[in-house]
């Protein structure tokens, strides 16, 4: 059974940076696209980046130019730089491999305020 787990969730200031974690496991994770979404409070799931098998990278709009997306596939983990936070950046961030029908993680809170 796959899991994806996700860490580096906290309070941060407004143009503050986090970086969050992805770690795979029980799955093969080179195969897979890794994706992040996030879900403020009262709105709906969005997605927000992506980092293809082969290093692709696709961003969000709302959030292109500020976070970056990397992956360690020798450590099963992928990593979410996120630069110059916003307040509206303010989300529960989840981890996903393979697309809205894969796999999920639980989300890690980012909080983003003065």
């Known amino acids: 059974q796959g899991m994806l787990v996700e860490s580096g969730g906290d309070l941060v200031q407004p143009g503050g940076s986090l970086r969050l974690s992805c770690t795979a496991s029980?799955?093969?994770?080179?195969?897979?696209?890794f994706n992040w979404y996030r879900q403020a409070p009262g709105k709906d799931r969005e997605w927000s980046a992506q980092i293809t098998p082969g290093g692709r990278r696709n961003f969000a709009e709302s959030v292109e130019g500020r976070f970056s997306i990397s992956r360690d596939d020798a450590k099963r983990t992928v990593y979410l730089q996120m630069d110059n936070l916003k307040v509206n950046d303010t989300a529960l961030y989840y981890c996903?491999?393979?697309?809205?029908?894969?796999?999920w993680g639980r989300g890690t809170q980012v909080t983003v305020s003065s």
């Open positions: 996903n491999a393979g697309g809205p029908d894969g796999l």
């Open positions: 029980g799955i093969v994770s080179t195969m897979y696209a």
